[in-house]
């Protein structure tokens, strides 16, 4: 096990030691270069953090936010993971912050669109790909990350960096970032809060189980941490 990557945190003081570090990393990254691209998640783990950090007086100016990946749900619909953050973050600072889906546009079209855009505002490397400063991500009970799920197509997706990944287990499908998109990241951190999910983990650094979507991205990243509510 990599316990150097896993930092547990008191489920009561989860949110402020967590903005206490993420604070912390923001203000080293600004420090460094003008313009910074990070990537946040959705789900109900990262809204309590982000309300916190809009109230730091930080030069959010100097931010993109994209996100991670998102439901194929209007921007005004509660399911919308930019409508969550929108609310308690985005509205909040003066950040640049990218939606995923567009009025009048179909969600395979808002993928490209939205992978267009990445490709203009975010730095291209050598290997073809984008690379983000930040990437946060979070994880599902069944190891699910982005809207990779188990068993999906997705999972092998190797050109695109951002693309419509059908879901059969929940009948829909989400619009997320690949893989490849994942792994160009400088640095990974992954917010994890709820039952169950720290025996998933000690499941993935004990026997190298390839069997949650998040491991793959956890064997192979080599800037990956962990915040961990327990």
Excluded at 71 to 94: A, D, L, Q, T
Aim: net charge positive; hydrophobic share 40%.
């Amino acid at each position: 096990m990599v316990e150097k990557n896993l930092h547990y945190f008191n489920a009561e003081t989860f949110v402020e030691s967590t903005i206490k570090l993420i604070v912390e990393k923001f203000q080293l990254i600004i420090s460094s270069k003008q313009k910074v691209n990070i990537a946040l998640s959705g789900g109900t783990t990262p809204i309590p953090i982000l309300k916190e950090l809009a109230k730091y007086d930080l030069n959010w100016s100097q931010f993109n936010f994209f996100l991670v990946d998102e439901r194929c749900v209007p921007i005004n619909e509660r399911e919308s993971n930019f409508g969550n953050i929108n609310k308690v973050f985005f509205s909040k600072i003066k950040a640049n912050s990218f939606s995923v889906v567009k009025e009048n546009k179909t969600y395979e079209e808002c993928s490209i669109a939205y992978e267009n855009l990445i490709k203009e505002k975010v730095e291209i490397t050598k290997n073809g790909f984008p690379i983000f400063d930040l990437i946060f991500l979070g994880m599902g009970t069944d190891g699910h990350t982005a809207s990779l799920f188990p068993e999906t197509k997705g999972l092998n997706e190797k050109n695109k960096i951002v693309f419509l990944n059908k879901v059969p287990q929940l009948n829909t499908s989400r619009i997320t970032f690949s893989y490849p998109l994942l792994f160009n990241a400088k640095e990974i951190i992954v917010l994890v809060s709820g039952e169950g999910k720290d025996e998933i983990i000690k499941e993935i650094y004990s026997n190298s189980s390839n069997k949650y979507p998040i491991s793959v991205i956890a064997y192979q990243h080599k800037n990956l941490k962990w915040y961990i509510s327990k």
